[in-house]
């Protein structure tokens, strides 16, 4: 079974960074697509970035500029960066990889920044 770990969340001071990082276990092959994407309440789940074949990245427009998104050579585990954070960076945090052909999620991080 695909299992997607996340870990790197809590309470962090406005102004300050933080580091997630996503693991896959449960296969050998690595993904091809990976990506980190969070929700608020009653809000539609946006992305934050995603980076696929030839390292190519991509970032939501709000978190453009502060975020750097990156993986490793094993394709497994996935790492989000961001600095300069601001309340409402505050969220749930969602890891995502595709693996042979399917979508997988992690089950959410939270992550609090404080005023």
């Known amino acids: 079974q695909v299992e997607l770990v996340e870990s790197g969340g809590g309470l962090v001071e406005a102004g300050g960074s933080l580091r997630l990082s996503c693991t896959q276990s449960g296969r050998v092959v690595g993904a091809v697509a990976m990506g980190w994407y969070r929700q608020v309440p009653e809000k539609q789940r946006e992305l934050v970035a995603t980076?696929?074949?030839?390292?190519?990245?991509n970032y939501g427009d709000s978190v453009k500029g502060r975020g750097t998104i990156s993986r490793d050579k094993y394709l497994k585990t996935v790492w989000l960066s961001m600095e300069s954070l601001k309340p409402e960076d505050t969220a749930i945090y969602y890891c995502?990889?595709?693996?042979?052909?399917?979508?997988?999620w992690g089950q959410g991080i939270q992550v609090t920044v404080s005023v």
């Open positions: 980076i696929v074949g030839g390292g190519i990245t």
């Open positions: 995502y990889q595709k693996i042979g052909g399917r979508d997988y």
